[in-house]
């Protein structure tokens, strides 16, 4: 099997971004060298505690959870509880995780993990607000082109926003920390909801999670059940349009998704469309392409996947 692919998850869990850890835990290909909680869906606390609550969950207790930013860089923290539920994984039971937080402050270790792993060897994966990787970014602009590739989750173009008529909720969070990243010169690819709305978790496939047998397929499918209200009553989609998965799924088999190298860019300043991502699909200005934007996906091909994985779990 060729090497494994080296990932730092950043991550503001989330029922989505469980599903992403619990893929990529589950998956051979990947090596996850850390999980980096960020405030996001709900406040960091709950999602450094979410993060290990996934990891117990997969059986991978040894995995290292670090604490990030507890706030975007220049703004107050949003959270979106009226989507993930108070706790941010509301759904199944939860419990208070035995396994530890690392003393590290996550923006420490992405520095440290990207200055001492051989450059191009890392990615960063990223599912929630960009704080942390632009707080990184900031404080040792070495670390740079160090970056194998990030694979985030944020923006929206044809789809538009989901927090606001023209922002999607990870990059409106810190609209500041989306522009630095995407200014970094690094390999850049998104996933926004142009996509990852066409991966909704119909009855079919939440069926399929909980007929697992397994307490991972359980717990996911409770956790889809709960997530998937927001969107079945703001879209009427036929199901929870698993965002943050797609990044995961994209490490695994790239070839389950399309879209155009193009320039994005991020509103800072426009109150209107602040956090707005505009994507120049129809390539009319001169900028020049910073990002792979993804605007299809082989859904039954990622379920597929992603069921069969977490079939690998306890
Ligand atoms: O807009 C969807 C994104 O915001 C997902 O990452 C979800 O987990 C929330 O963080
Ligand atoms: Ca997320």
Redesign the pocket.
């Known amino acids: 099997m060729a090497s494994k692919r080296k990932i730092i998850i950043d ?4 029922q ?2 469980a599903v ?1 850890i619990l893929l990529a835990l589950a998956s051979p290909e990947i090596e996850v060298l850390g999980i980096t909680a960020v405030a ?2 709900v406040p960091l606390s709950l999602t450094a505690k979410n993060a290990r609550i996934i990891c117990e969950v997969a059986g991978k207790a040894d995995t290292r959870v670090f604490a990030g930013c507890d706030q975007p860089m220049r703004r107050n923290l949003v959270t979106a509880e009226h989507v993930h539920g108070r706790t941010g994984l509301d759904g199944p039971d939860l419990w208070e995780p035995t396994m530890p937080i690392q003393d590290q402050h996550a923006v420490d270790f992405i520095i440290e993990t990207l200055r001492s792993e051989p450059t191009g060897t890392v990615t960063l994966a990223t ?2 607000p960009l704080t942390n990787v632009a707080t990184a970014f900031d404080r040792a602009p070495d670390i740079v082109p160090r970056v194998a590739e990030i694979v985030s ?1 944020g923006g929206a173009y044809f789809e538009v926003g989901n927090i606001t008529p023209a922002a999607e ?2 990059i409106y969070v810190d609209p500041e920390a989306a522009d630095i990243v995407f200014k970094s010169g690094t390999p850049l690819t998104l996933m926004p909801l142009d996509v990852t709305h066409k991966a909704l978790v119909t009855k079919p496939r939440n069926d399929a999670f909980r007929s697992l047998g397994n307490r991972t397929g359980v717990f996911t499918a409770e956790m889809t059940e709960f997530f998937e209200r927001f969107d079945k009553e703001k879209y009427g989609s036929a199901g929870a349009p698993l ?2 998965p797609t990044v995961i799924a994209y490490l695994i088999n790239p070839d389950l998704f399309s879209g155009r190298h193009i320039n994005v860019e991020v509103e800072t300043t426009s109150d209107l469309t602040l956090g707005m991502t505009v994507a120049d699909w129809w390539r009319v200005t001169n900028r020049p392409a910073n990002a792979t934007f993804m605007g299809d996906l082989d859904a039954d091909g990622f379920f597929t996947l992603l069921t069969e994985r977490l079939a690998r779990l306890p």
């Open positions: 991550t503001d869990p989330g989505d971004d992403a996001g869906n599912l929630g989750m909720f990870n965002h943050d």
